[in-house]
C-alpha cells in the first residue's frame, strides 16, 4: 500500500474527483494527504474529506497568502484543527522565489500555524523555496514535526532537518534528467522519506508536462527502489510506515 502525503485535489483540476480516487485505489495508493493552501480551499476540502473515504487533508495558509491572510482566517484554521480527518498543519514556510518584500509578513504568518502546531500537537508541511536559512532558524522555535514537502535540496541540508526530526518529501522531481536528488538519495536512510505527488502539479517522467494525479505514486517509488538497489515494496512499506507514524490522525 501507498500514502500519497501531499497532494491537491479540486474541481478546478480534475472533472471527476471520484474517478481519480478509483485509478488511484487500483494503483494501491490507498491513502492520500490533501492541503488546503488558501482561505478559498477550505470549504471544498472538507466536502472532499467528508465524501471521500480514502482521502485526508492538511490545512493551512501557505506563504503566497501572506499578504492576504488576516486574524479571522486563523481563527477559522484553528476552529478546524479538531476536525476528525485534518491530519495536520500545511501546507506552510516561506517562498522568496516571487518576492522578497513580504519577508516579514510571511515569517509571521509561518510561526503563527507553527504555535497551532505546537499547541494541538499536529504534524506540519513546509513549503519552502529559496528561503532554505529562515526555514530553519524559525522550525528550530517550535517542538513539532513534519515533512519538507518536494524537498530538493543538498545531502547537507537534507541531515540538517532530519537532525531536526523532519521527514523529506520525495516527488517527481526526482525522476527529472537534471535532478540531483537521485544521488542524494542514494546518502539517506529510508526511515526518512515519505512519497508525494503534489498533483497535480510536478509529473513524474514520463509523464511531465502533462496533470498529475497520487496514481503515479509508484512510479516515484519505483524510481527510488532502481536507484537504491530495492525492491519497490520495500519503499512502500517503509515510507508508508513513516507517514502513518507521523500522522497519527491517519487511520
Ligand atoms: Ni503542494
Redesign the pocket.
Known amino acids: 500500500m501507498f500514502i500519497d502525503t501531499?497532494c491537491?485535489l479540486s474541481k478546478r483540476d480534475y472533472n471527476d474527483i471520484s474517478n481519480v480516487i478509483e485509478e488511484n485505489k487500483k494503483a494501491g495508493v490507498e491513502k492520500i494527504i490533501i492541503?488546503a493552501?488558501t482561505r478559498e480551499d477550505l470549504d471544498e476540502t472538507i466536502e472532499i474529506i467528508n465524501a471521500f473515504s480514502p482521502v485526508y487533508a492538511t490545512i493551512g495558509y501557505h506563504p503566497e497568502e501572506a499578504d492576504k491572510i488576516i486574524d479571522i482566517d486563523l481563527q477559522r484554521l484553528e476552529s478546524l484543527l479538531l476536525t476528525n480527518k485534518i491530519v495536520g498543519i500545511g501546507?506552510i514556510g516561506l517562498d522568496y522565489h516571487y518576492s522578497t518584500e513580504n519577508k516579514e509578513k510571511q515569517k509571521e504568518l509561518f510561526e503563527k500555524q507553527l504555535a497551532l502546531a505546537e499547541k494541538y500537537n499536529l504534524p506540519v508541511v513546509i513549503?519552502t523555496r529559496e528561503a532554505t536559512n529562515d526555514t530553519i532558524t524559525i522550525l528550530k522555535k517550535y517542538k513539532v514535526k513534519g515533512i519538507i514537502?518536494?524537498f530538493s535540496g543538498s545531502y547537507e541540508t537534507a541531515c540538517q532537518y532530519i537532525k531536526m526530526g523532519y521527514l523529506l518529501g520525495i516527488g517527481g522531481v526526482i525522476t527529472f534528467k537534471n535532478s540531483h536528488l537521485k544521488d542524494t538519495i542514494k546518502k539517506l536512510n529510508l526511515e526518512n522519506i515519505v512519497l508525494e505527488t503534489?498533483s497535480p502539479?510536478l509529473s513524474p517522467v514520463p509523464y511531465r508536462g502533462k496533470i498529475n494525479t497520487s496514481k503515479n505514486i509508484p512510479i516515484i517509488a519505483e524510481f527510488i527502489a532502481s536507484k537504491l538497489n530495492l525492491d519497490t515494496n520495500i519503499i512502500a512499506n517503509k515510507t508508508t510506515k513513516n507517514a502513518l507514524s507521523l500522522f497519527t490522525k491517519l487511520q
Do not use: A, F, I, L
Open positions: 501531499h491537491h492541503s493552501c501546507e513549503h514537502h518536494c503534489d502539479y
